[in-house]
């Protein structure tokens, strides 16, 4: 068994040993992390998480809520514009390799990964938010993957609808936008309306679940999926 020492003595040699060549030049990286290092998820996790508390303990002004994902940070600021400055400013002078960006609310909404926050009178209210960019292209149904991929497909989408839409007006809306863009990739309104509708009803009854599920390779025309249930 490893002792502290070891893993600790393991841990600085990933990540104090980055070196990368440009020419006939080797250079060491010596701030940061390098793209694709496994540990690079769970220190920038833990780095953040030490940053926030500094910054935000340190700050003039607090925010009634702060809220992260990975790197993208929602906050409610009940201070008005004029002071929202202030903590900008106060993030950005922490750490000079660190450079905060901002975008404030616009008539009365803002965006946060793929929510759509609107700000009411006494409440905020989610949508599903698709970028200026989105395109509407998703798996082909004519690809030559199995159905289970496709059925998955039309499952995660209608569940993120159902989890971001509070009102149902939204849902009903985000559903017909989801038909209109599988319809554009080739999904029948018959498979599609087959996944919505039954969406629930076929998960395994209770207490019958498996405690992991092994899957083959999928070769078209040949084989399905073969499930191997551990009980």
Known sequence: MLQVKAIMDLLEVCLRT???????KFFQHKNGMAMGNYLLPIV??????HFEKLALYS???????????????????PHGPERLQNIFDHLNTLRPSICFTMETESDNAISFLEVLVIREETALVTQVYRKP????????????????V?????????DRASNICQDRRD???EINNLRHD?????????????????????RPKKGNNPLCSVYTRFVPKVMKYMYIKIY
Do not use: C
């Not at 599988?182 to 087959?194: P, R």
């Open 182 to 202: 599988l319809q554009m990739n080739g999904y029948t309104k018959g498979f599609t309306d087959s996944v919505i509708n039954s969406k629930g009803n076929s």
């Open 171 to 173: 849902l009903v809306k």
């Open 18 to 24: 980055t070196y990368f060549q440009v020419d006939d």
């Open 150 to 158: 496709k059925r998955g497909l039309i499952e995660s989408l209608h």
């Open 133 to 148: 960019t989105h395109t509407g292209l998703y798996l082909n149904f004519n690809s030559n993957h199995p159905q289970d």
């Open 59 to 77: 700050a003039q002004y607090k925010s009634s809520l702060w809220l992260r994902y990975v790197d993208d940070t929602f906050v409610v600021w």
């Open 44 to 49: 920038s996790n833990i780095f953040t998480e």
